[in-house]
């Protein structure tokens, strides 16, 4: 029998409202996406607030303006999420059912078409209101591992995107599904890494760490270095997370059971590692460029 730890007894609704025919709930994943926003615009604002952190002591907007930021940033969350959600991973389920792409009160969202969301929407804004871009990228860099955290820790309560089967102490048997597809599980219930868990602790609390640790060391003067070390960052904890991921089930077919999105040999890459090279790839160049032009003043 394999052995592992029972999910607890969480919900993925914090509550739910009956008004007539009409009911409202409150989702730990909706609770998860405000408290990262409010999260990162209050880390955002106290940046603006010490502009000796900044090049020439100068922050690159004022604190006002942040809150039409925070705007912008929303929509590009949200869109692009849901966005790359349907072209990375389920692309001919959502052709054959267009109206289901509005229908984001379901789940399906994409860290990485959330950040191209996130790119877009900062690009505009920088534009628009003169703001020097990867200036502003290097503060959504520190900002944006609180969302992560929270996100991933909603992902856990919602027993979704759930680990590889293991044997470790510290497996979970999640409901439905998960705890019944097992291979090689003759009896008992079906023992997962909880993946989520992994990826809270890696791209929320360690990368956080690191980044505000670089802030502390004076990253921000800098320019483009903490983007850099958050790119590389992320992109590498996805990167190992997604060998203890359990693969998107479209992916999954008799000849390719490890669900790789690129098979090379006898191995193979998942999708989430494909979006992640290049993001480890953009992020070494930040940081190498950032050191060449800080050379080249002394």
């Known amino acids: 029998m394999q052995s592992g730890l029972p999910f607890p007894d969480l919900s993925p609704e914090i509550f739910t409202i009956h008004i007539g025919s009409f009911a409202f709930s409150l989702r730990w994943y909706a609770l998860a996406y405000i408290a990262g926003l409010i999260a990162g615009w209050r880390i955002v604002v106290a940046l603006m607030r010490r502009p000796g952190l900044w090049p020439a002591g100068r922050a690159p907007m004022p604190v006002e ?5 925070l705007t912008a940033i929303v929509l590009g969350v949200i869109l692009g999420g849901r966005l790359g959600f349907v ?58 591992p609180a969302g992560l955290f929270f996100g991933r820790i909603a992902n856990f309560i919602n027993a979704e995107l759930w680990g590889r089967p293991t044997d470790m102490p510290w497996g979970v048997i999640f409901p439905g599904e998960a705890a019944q597809t097992c291979e090689g599980i003759a009896y ?15 791209e929320g609390l360690l990368l956080g760490l690191v980044l505000l640790l670089a802030v502390r060391a004076g990253a921000l003067k800098l320019t483009g270095t903490l983007t850099g070390l958050f ?13 203890f991921r359990q693969a998107d089930a479209q992916f999954i077919t008799p000849d390719n059971p490890m669900g790789n999105a690129l098979q090379l040999g006898s191995t193979g890459l998942s999708m989430g590692q494909l979006l992640s090279l290049p993001m480890i790839a953009a992020g070494v160049w930040l940081i190498l460029r950032a050191r060449r032009q800080a050379a080249a003043s002394i």
């Open 65 to 69: 303006r942040v809150e039409d930021l």
């Open 87 to 144: 072209l990375f991973y389920q692309p001919a389920y959502f052709m054959a059912n267009p109206l289901d792409i509005v229908k984001v009160w379901q789940g399906g969202m994409a860290f990485h078409g959330g950040f191209l969301g996130v790119v877009v929407a900062g690009i505009w804004f920088c534009r628009r209101h003169g703001v020097p871009m990867l200036q502003l990228a290097d503060a959504l860099a520190l900002a944006t």
């Open 188 to 202: 008992g219930l079906c023992a997962r890494h909880p993946s989520q868990l992994y990826e809270a602790g890696l």
């Open 231 to 243: 790119l590389a960052g992320y992109g590498a904890a996805r990167f190992f997370v997604e060998f």
